[in-house]
């Protein structure tokens, strides 16, 4: 089997499962608990989130709740800053660029009865940032951008939208960096939130991270015993946090290394695809190496993801979350491409674990499909 799905999750590293059952082992106290063990492992969580601050070089500027994942994380950032500013700012600024987790939301909250704006998207994936310009006013209260695109890999110009919200102190800006964690430089200036999942980078499921720069900004959306500053109540699960500190500092410390890897097979992919007619890579060439969007005009994604299935290649459609709906992919529709490609797109995504001899699997699985296919493609 070769396992390319990598943006939808990725394989757990060892020491980070063994760091989970250890921490089970030998610290499964509460951390509230008043008697000395219970204070021991109140110790090892705030000195976990010391570390994570250290590991991302943010100098204790953040505040970390841990969470079960980025769409916990994208809630509660989401919808407590757009509760926190409601009485003086209740615009919202997002686009179609964003996961469901941050989408969904946005809807919740337009019916909830906040103003939301779209701003558009460039046809190589990204923010505009001159119509984002147009639409900044004093009565947005919360602007949200994600890091790298899930779809496409696109990078997004994170540094330009927080010098833009500079000039408008009331907007809380939040990014979901979920994708991008591991596999590009991050930034994190005038950034106020940011959300992480363990699992897209060789940490566990249900294990998250929330960056807050001041908790005071953000409405509690759990209500309970008031764990983590009273945003997220109910009982920590010390064993997850404490290893999803183990995989990040494995994300952070190798990424260049990574990333120059991911980047040499991107393109060597890139190049690869080019002889074959009716095969156009959608990914635009500056975005994160980890992801490549590839549409195969007249052909649907479903019937070539079952193909490659066939052949031992693991991959998907447009992403794990939309793979079985079957709407347009609206990233994808957003930057132009035809509505046949649309259709007929996967995503390749590599990872940590990917290897020189996968690509090369991949490439000899692709020439059989191709095989199979070449009569359905419009070339
Ligand atoms: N944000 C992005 C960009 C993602 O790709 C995902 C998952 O695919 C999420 C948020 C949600 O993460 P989770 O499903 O781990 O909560």
């Known amino acids: 089997m070769i396992y390319l799905d990598n943006a939808a999750t990725t394989k757990p590293a060892q020491d980070v499962l063994d760091t989970f059952v250890k921490v089970n ?7 509230n608990s008043p008697h000395q063990a219970g204070l021991q492992a109140e110790q090892l969580l705030k000195q976990a989130k010391l570390q994570i601050n ?6 204790d500027r953040y505040d970390i709740i841990f969470t079960s994942g980025a769409t916990e994380s994208n809630n509660m950032a989401l919808k407590g800053a757009a509760y926190n500013r409601k009485p003086y700012a209740d615009e919202i600024i997002v686009s179609v660029l964003e ?123 759990i209500h309970g015993g008031g764990q983590e500053y009273g945003l997220r109540s109910g ?21 260049e290394q990574l990333n120059s890897r991911l980047t040499e097979w991107n393109e060597d992919l890139r190049n690869f695809f080019k002889a074959y007619p009716g095969v156009h890579v959608n990914s635009p060439h500056q975005s994160a190496p980890h992801i490549l969007n590839v549409g195969f005009d007249g052909v649907k ?8 299935s066939k052949q031992g290649i693991m991959l998907s459609t447009t992403s794990a979350c939309s793979s079985k709906h079957s709407r347009l992919n609206e990233v994808l ?17 590599m990872g940590a674990i990917t290897t020189e001899s996968d690509i090369e699997g991949f490439k000899e699985a692709f020439k059989i499909v191709y095989e199979e296919m070449k009569e359905l493609l419009k070339k």
């Open 99 to 221: 996961h469901p987790s941050v989408l969904e939301v946005m809807r919740h909250l337009e019916e909830e009865g906040f103003k939301l704006r779209y701003v558009n998207v460039t046809k190589a994936g990204t923010i505009d940032l001159e119509h984002l310009k147009s639409l900044m006013n004093p009565n947005v209260g919360l602007v949200t951008c994600m890091h790298v695109n899930n779809i496409t890999g696109q990078i997004q110009p994170i540094e330009a939208i927080a010098e833009i919200l500079e000039a408008y102190p009331k907007a809380h800006f939040h990014v979901d960096a979920v994708q991008a964690i591991g596999k590009t430089p991050l930034h994190f200036n005038g950034v106020d939130s940011v959300s992480f999942s363990g699992h897209k980078f060789n940490g566990l499921k249900g294990q998250g991270l929330l960056l807050v720069r001041n908790i005071h900004n953000l409405e509690p959306v």
């Open 54 to 59: 250290q590991i991302l070089n943010l100098e």
């Open 301 to 308: 994604g479903e019937v070539l993801v079952n193909a490659f």
């Open 235 to 255: 009982t920590v699960n010390l064993p997850v946090d404490i290893a999803i500190v183990k995989a990040l500092k494995h994300a952070v410390s190798e990424q």
């Open 333 to 349: 529709l957003a930057m132009g491409i035809s509505e046949s490609r649309i259709e007929g797109s996967i995503r390749i995504s």
């Open 25 to 31: 082992q030998d610290l499964y106290f509460n951390p």
